[in-house]
């Protein structure tokens, strides 16, 4: 059972442009959702994250948006260059005073276009 | 060395073959992960350490043996594997310093073939 799905697999955005993903989970029990963002040959790396007791959370050009009764959140690239093609990944967790578990969505390849 | 670093990052093995993943963190983390990274499926938690005792086992088959001998060293060590386990091990660590801490910070993986 994949408790946190992700979409889509793939994204091309040309430059400038806003790039959109996806993910909705089933476990009313998560309180917090991270975005890791993996380029070829790296582990991932948090970009950023938020807690259910806020609707959306903006970090320079990226932004989650979070809807609590929809289950759902996403991450906005504002701008996307370039540099920002690789793979995102969300998660989820549940707070657990230090030992969380991760729950990973299945990635979304981006591609930003010249 | 800063971060999380990972040796080898690339191993091809035979099914019969033993081998070790190593893993070390520089950060003062108390508490280290290992993560199976497949195409196209989410990233797979295989076990967790805190203060250098296990506390999760992600029901994963006993050909992968983990051992912590310390807060910064995390080994995977790899017996009678079968091709299915060709993958991108990944190592992460994080503080465990209560609620409100959760990044995670992992290592480059190491590239699994089995052979």
């Known amino acids: 059972q994949q408790q946190v799905k992700q979409s889509p697999q793939s994204l091309i955005v040309q430059k400038g442009g806003i790039s959109i993903i996806n993910c909705a989970y089933e476990n009313t029990a998560f309180d917090y959702f991270p975005w890791y963002q993996q380029f070829p040959g790296k582990g991932p790396a948090l970009l950023i994250a938020i807690r259910p007791d806020v609707s959306e959370k903006k970090e320079g050009r990226f932004t989650i948006s979070f809807n609590k009764s929809a289950k759902q959140f996403s991450l906005h690239i504002m701008d996307s260059q370039p540099g920002d093609s690789a793979t995102y990944f969300c998660?989820?967790?549940?707070?657990?005073?230090?030992?969380?578990?991760?729950?990973f969505g299945t990635g979304t390849r981006l591609t930003i276009i010249p | 060395e800063t971060g999380v670093t990972q040796t080898p990052r690339h191993l091809v093995m035979g099914m019969t073959n033993k081998k070790s993943l190593k893993c070390e963190q520089h950060l003062g983390h108390n508490a280290m992960y290992w993560y199976k990274q497949s195409a196209k499926k989410p990233l797979e938690l295989m076990f967790v350490?805190?203060?250098?005792?296990?506390?999760e086992n992600n029901s994963v088959p006993s050909r992968f043996s983990p051992e912590c001998p310390n807060s910064s060293h995390l080994f995977l060590h790899l017996h009678t594997l079968q091709p299915e386990d060709s993958a991108l091990y990944l190592c992460?660590?994080?503080?465990?310093?209560?609620?409100?801490?959760?990044?995670?910070?992992f290592g480059p993986g190491t590239r699994l073939t089995v052979t």
């Open positions: 998660a989820a967790s549940v707070s657990n005073f230090g030992n969380e578990k991760l729950t």
């Open positions: 992460a660590s994080s503080p465990k310093s209560g609620l409100g801490t959760y990044e995670q910070y």
């Open positions: 350490y805190n203060f250098k005792e296990q506390t």
